[in-house]
C-alpha cells in the first residue's frame, strides 16, 4: 500500500495505531476459518465513531477497499482484508454506552465483547440472551454484522432478534441511523435488519442498541444419552411438539461423544450414539414442570442414563460436556473444519445419518455436535492439512452435505455467515432473483464496491 | 521448532481474552495466536528472521494463560520460550549472563554474599539517603527498577538459619525434601519458615538440603539449556538420597520447573520419580485442611488471592490455596476479578520491558482495590516483590503476604 496513503490513515488514528510492516500484516491475514489466507494492505484501530467516519471517507475517495473486523473469530473468512485494503479492527471502540432500565435496552460500541456486555446487565437482572460460541472473545459489532446465533437459540431466538437501533458508517463518511429504542417502528424499509447479517457489505456499526429481557429466574440442566441416534433426535421433535421449549436443546454423536471422553474423562458412556444437553428456565413453576416433561419423553424415548443438575455447580458440570466438544474435536488433527450445515428440526435424525454415512464414503472423521432444537449442526472434520488429498475428500463431502441441506429445507449457513467460504453455495439457496436484489440492494449503499469486497456473493 | 505444533493452532481466538499482552494493546502481534502466526510464518519462510519481528515475540510474559484456554492444547507462552531456546544454540552466553546464570546462581553461597551488600546498604539506612536523594537517577534506568524492586531484606537467607532437619511435632507421618528456591530464601525467609513449620505441625519430618542449587528457571528464561540441565541433574542427584514422601517448594516458578525435570532428563529415571514427589505448599497444606482448620485462631482480615501464572496456568492449581484462606476462622476472603492474569512481573519481564510491564500491573492494582481488600495473598517469589511494591503505594497501603504468612499467624499458637 503506498506510503502517502498509509501517512493520511495515520493522521487520522495516530501512528501507533496504523499497521502497515509486514510482520503486523502477517498476523492479520487470516480469522478462525482454515484455509483461507489473505494479507490486508494497512490494519487501522479507530478510537472512535469519528475516525470511522473519516476513515471511511478517506478510503472512499482513493478507491481503498475496507474491511471490518473485531476479533478475528469469523468462521466464514468474512473478516480477512484484501492485499490493496484497509482492515478496520473495532477493539478499541469498547465501552458500554448505556444500559437504560426503563426501556431495557443496551447501547453499546461495536468492539464490546459479548460476554462483557453479558456481566453488566445481569449484574441489573436482565439478560441478552444471544451466546454464540465464541461469546468470550467475539464483538458485539462482529455477532450482529453476521447475525450470531448460540446455545439459547431455541427459545430466546438469534442476535437480529435483540437489534433495535444502529449507527453505520456509510462509504462516503456519513452516518446512517436506523431504528431507536421505540419498540414499534414500522417507517420505511427495515433497514435495521437488512444490515443485520450483512458481514460489513454495506456499512460499517459505529453503534448498536439492543433490547433486552428480564433475567430468568430458575433454570435446570439435564444431560441425557441415548443408545440409539433415531431416538435422540425423536426426542428433541417431541420435546417441542409437547410445548416445552427449552432454553437450550445440545446434541452431540458419538465420534464426539468417544472425542470428549478420551481428551476430557468426563465420564461419558462410550456405548451411546447421541448425547443430549437440556437447559430449560424460567419461573421456577415452569422451570419444574418443563423438566418432569422432558424427562417423561426422554424416557419414552429410551435414554439409557438421565442425569439432572442439584446445583449451579453440577449444571455447569453436566455443560462441561458440550462446553468441551470443539476442544475435544480440534486436538485430534491439526486442522479442524466447523461448518454450520441448518436444516428443519425434524430432520435432524436424517441429517445426522447423512453426515455419518457422507463422513464413511469419503474415509473422513467427521464428529457432529450442535444446536438440535434450532436445527443448527457443526458437522466438524478433523483433518491435516498437509494432506491435500484428505482435504479434497473434506471439500466433496462438504459439498454432499450441504446440497442435502438444501433438499431438506435448510440452509448453508446457520450462524457464521456466507463470507467467502460459502458465496458459491448462496445462488443455489436464493436462486437468480435472490443474487439480484442483494446486488441492487449492495449497490444502493456502497456504489462503488469498497465495502468488504469479494464476501457474500 | 515442530511444525506440527504450528499448524495445530486452529486460529480460534480463545487465547485472546486471556493474553495481558493483547488485553493492553488489543494487537494480533502481541496475542498468542498471532505470536504463533508469526512462528510459523518464519518456518515457511514467508517471513525473515527481523530485529522487529523478535521485539514482537519478545513481548510475551511466558504467564502461559494462553495454555490454559487453548482448546487444541497449544502452549504458544512455551512455543516461545522454546524458539528462545533455539535462536540461542550455539550462541555464547554475553558476560553478564555467564556472570548471574554460570557462576551466580547454580552456587547459593556466593548467591548470598553478593547481596550481603545489599542487606547492608538497607540496614545502614544508606539505602533511605540514596533513595531520597535520587542519586540512582544518574544510573540507567534499568538499575533504579532494580533497586526500587528491593523490599526490605532479612537478616539472614533462610538456607543459613534453618535446621537441616526439623523434627515432626507429634506422631511422624512422612518426610518432606523442602525446595528452597533463591529468592523465597533471600528475600522472603519468614514465609518459607512458615512453610516448613506449618509442614512440622502437621506431623512431617522436614528435610532442607543445604546443598540444593537454583531450580534452573532463569537459565530456561535465558536460553541456556546447558546451565537447566546442570542443575536439574544436581538435584535430583541430592534429593535421591533421602527418602521422601513429596519434594515441597513454596515458591509457583521453581514448582513449575521441578515439575519438568522429568521432562528434561528422559533418561534418568530418578528424575521422573522426583518430579512426581514434587508439590506446591499449598497442594499438601490442602490435604490436610481439615486438620489445620482446627488448629486456627481467627484474623479478621479482608483477603483477596491473585493466582500465580507458574501456579495456576502451569501447575493448575487453583483451588487449593482459596480452600486454606477459607478455612481461616473470621477471614473475609473476596474472589479478585481475573485472579489469574499475570501481574507483570515475568521473571526479569518488569525489568526488561518497564513500560508493558507496568501497564499490566495497572490492571491487576485496579482490580485489586476494586474487592476493598486490605491483604493481597499469593504464592510466588515474583509477584510478592512486584505486587508488595505497588501495593504499598497506595492510600491506605495494602499488604502482600504469602498464603503460609498468612496460616502460621493464624496458627495456634502463633509461628510468627
Known amino acids: 500500500m503506498d506510503v502517502s496513503f498509509i501517512s493520511e490513515l495515520k493522521s487520522i488514528v495516530g501512528e501507533e495505531h496504523t499497521l502497515a510492516d509486514k510482520e503486523s500484516l502477517a498476523c492479520y491475514g487470516y480469522d478462525s476459518t482454515p484455509e483461507y489466507e489473505s494479507r490486508p494492505g494497512a490494519v487501522v484501530l479507530p478510537a472512535n465513531e469519528e475516525e470511522i467516519c473519516r476513515i471511511m471517507a478517506r478510503c472512499h475517495a482513493a478507491g481503498v477497499p475496507v474491511t471490518p473486523r473485531g476479533s478475528g473469530t469469523n468462521l466464514s473468512g ?27 435496552t443496551a447501547t453499546v460500541q461495536p468492539g464490546v465483547v459479548t460476554s462483557a456486555l453479558h456481566r453488566a446487565v445481569e449484574a441489573k437482572g436482565l439478560f441478552y440472551p444471544p451466546d454464540p460460541g465464541s461469546m468470550n472473545i467475539s464483538t458485539i459489532g462482529g455477532n450482529v454484522a453476521e447475525n450470531a446465533g448460540g446455545l439459547r437459540g431455541l427459545k430466546y431466538g438469534v442476535t437480529a432478534d435483540y437489534v433495535m437501533g444502529l449507527h453505520t458508517a456509510l462509504p462516503d463518511g456519513s452516518l446512517l441511523r436506523t431504528g431507536g429504542k421505540a419498540v414499534k417502528d414500522v417507517a420505511g424499509y427495515n433497514l435495521n435488519q437488512l444490515l443485520v ?34 431416538n435422540a433426535a425423536l426426542a428433541v421433535s417431541h420435546i417441542v411438539a409437547a410445548r416445552v421449549i427449552p432454553a437450550t436443546l445440545e446434541f452431540m454423536d458419538r465420534v464426539t461423544v468417544k472425542c470428549i471422553e478420551d481428551y476430557a474423562k468426563v465420564g461419558l458412556p462410550l456405548d451411546v450414539e447421541a448425547v443430549l444437553l437440556i437447559e430449560v428456565d424460567g419461573h421456577p413453576a415452569q422451570v419444574e414442570e418443563d423438566a418432569v416433561a422432558v424427562r417423561r419423553i426422554c424416557a419414552e424415548h429410551h435414554c439409557s442414563s438421565f442425569q439432572t443438575a442439584a446445583d449451579a455447580d453440577e449444571a455447569l458440570k453436566l455443560a462441561t460436556a458440550r462446553r468441551v466438544a470443539l476442544s475435544s474435536l480440534a486436538r485430534v488433527k491439526p486442522t479442524t473444519i466447523l461448518e454450520d450445515a441448518t436444516v428443519p428440526r425434524s430432520c435432524i435424525a436424517p441429517m445426522v445419518k447423512f453426515i455419518q454415512d457422507t463422513a464413511r464414503k469419503y474415509n473422513l472423521t467427521i464428529g457432529t455436535f450442535g444446536h438440535a432444537g434450532d436445527g443448527n449442526l457443526h458437522p466438524t472434520c478433523l483433518t491435516d492439512e498437509r494432506d491435500k488429498d484428505e482435504i479434497a475428500r473434506a471439500h466433496k463431502a462438504f459439498e454432499e452435505i450441504f446440497d442435502t441441506a438444501l433438499a431438506m429445507g435448510g440452509t448453508i449457513t446457520g450462524e457464521h455467515g456466507v463470507g467467502l467460504s460459502k458465496k458459491k453455495y448462496l445462488p443455489r439457496l436464493v436462486g437468480e432473483s435472490g443474487i439480484r436484489v442483494m446486488q441492487g440492494i449492495k449497490q444502493a449503499f456502497d456504489p462503488t464496491g469498497i465495502l468488504n469486497p469479494g464476501k457474500v456473493f | 521448532m515442530e511444525y ?31 505470536r504463533v502466526a508469526l512462528m510459523r510464518k518464519i518456518e515457511e519462510g514467508d517471513l525473515e528472521v527481523s530485529e522487529r519481528l523478535l521485539e514482537y515475540l519478545s513481548l510475551c510474559l511466558d504467564c502461559q494463560a494462553c495454555a490454559s484456554a487453548c482448546p487444541c492444547g497449544v502452549n504458544a507462552g512455551e512455543m516461545v520460550a522454546g524458539y528462545r531456546c533455539e535462536r540461542r544454540d550455539g550462541k555464547e552466553l554475553s558476560t553478564m549472563e555467564n556472570l548471574i546464570l554460570r557462576r551466580l546462581l547454580p552456587h547459593p553461597d556466593r548467591l548470598e554474599a553478593a547481596t550481603a551488600p545489599m542487606r547492608l546498604y538497607q540496614r545502614t539506612g544508606l539505602q533511605k539517603v540514596v533513595r531520597k536523594l535520587g542519586i540512582l537517577k544518574m544510573f540507567p534506568p534499568t538499575l533504579e527498577r532494580m533497586e526500587g524492586l528491593l523490599p526490605e ?26 525446595f528452597l528456591g533463591c529468592v523465597m530464601s533471600l528475600v522472603f525467609s519468614e514465609a518459607s519458615y512458615a512453610t516448613v513449620k506449618l509442614l512440622s505441625s502437621l506431623g512431617y519430618r522436614v528435610v532442607t538440603p543445604k546443598a540444593q542449587k537454583c531450580c534452573g ?3 530456561m528464561l535465558s536460553g541456556d539449556r546447558e546451565g537447566l540441565l546442570d542443575a536439574a541433574r544436581f538435584n535430583v542427584d541430592l534429593f535421591a538420597g533421602h527418602r521422601l514422601d513429596f519434594i515441597v517448594t513454596d515458591c509457583g516458578g521453581c514448582g513449575a520447573e521441578l515439575k519438568k525435570y522429568g521432562h528434561h532428563l528422559e533418561d534418568d529415571s530418578r528424575a521422573a520419580t522426583f518430579s512426581a514427589q514434587v508439590r506446591d505448599i499449598t497442594q499438601v497444606l490442602a490435604l490436610h485442611a481439615d486438620e489445620l482448620k482446627a488448629k486456627l485462631n481467627p484474623l479478621s482480615l479482608k ?13 493448575g492449581i487453583r483451588q487449593e490455596p482459596r480452600t486454606l484462606l477459607r478455612i481461616v476462622p473470621e477471614l473475609d476472603f473476596r474472589e479478585l476479578p481475573e485472579a489469574d492474569a499475570c501481574c507483570g512481573s515475568g521473571g526479569t519481564y518488569n525489568i526488561e520491558k518497564p513500560e508493558m510491564s507496568d501497564r499490566v500491573l495497572r490492571r491487576k492494582v485496579e482490580n485489586i482495590k476494586a474487592t476493598g481488600a486490605d491483604v493481597l495473598v499469593t504464592a510466588n517469589p515474583g509477584c510478592l516483590l512486584q505486587l508488595r511494591k505497588a501495593l504499598a503505594q497506595e492510600t491506605p497501603p495494602i499488604r502482600v503476604l504469602h498464603v503460609t504468612e498468612v496460616l502460621a499467624a493464624s496458627l495456634l499458637p502463633p509461628l510468627l
Do not use: W
Request: glycine letters at 8%; charged letters at 20%; hydrophobic letters at 35%.
Open chain 1, 78 to 104: 468474512g473478516s480477512l482484508g484484501r492485499p490493496e485494503g484497509v482492515v478496520v479492527q473495532t477493539s478499541r471502540l469498547n465501552s458500554i454506552v448505556e444500559i437504560d432500565e426503563e426501556n431495557l
Open chain 1, 197 to 230: 447479517s450483512s458481514e460489513g457489505t454495506l456499512g460499517l456499526f459505529t453503534e448498536v442498541t439492543v433490547k433486552l429481557i428480564p433475567k430468568p429466574q430458575a433454570k435446570k440442566t439435564m444431560l441425557v444419552h441415548f443408545p440409539v441416534l433415531e
Open chain 2, 4 to 34: 506440527v505444533k504450528l499448524i495445530n493452532c486452529m486460529r480460534c481466538g480463545m487465547c485472546l481474552p486471556q493474553c495481558p499482552t493483547y488485553k493492553e494493546t488489543f494487537l494480533e502481534t502481541a496475542s498468542p495466536r498471532g
Open chain 2, 153 to 178: 531484606l532479612p537478616v539472614k537467607p533462610l538456607r543459613q538459619t534453618i535446621d537441616e532437619v526439623t523434627p515432626a511435632v507429634g506422631p511422624e507421618r512422612g518426610t518432606i525434601g523442602f
Open chain 2, 217 to 219: 528457571a532463569p537459565n
Open chain 2, 303 to 315: 483477603v483477596t488471592y491473585h493466582d500465580p501464572c507458574h501456579i495456576a496456568h502451569c501447575q
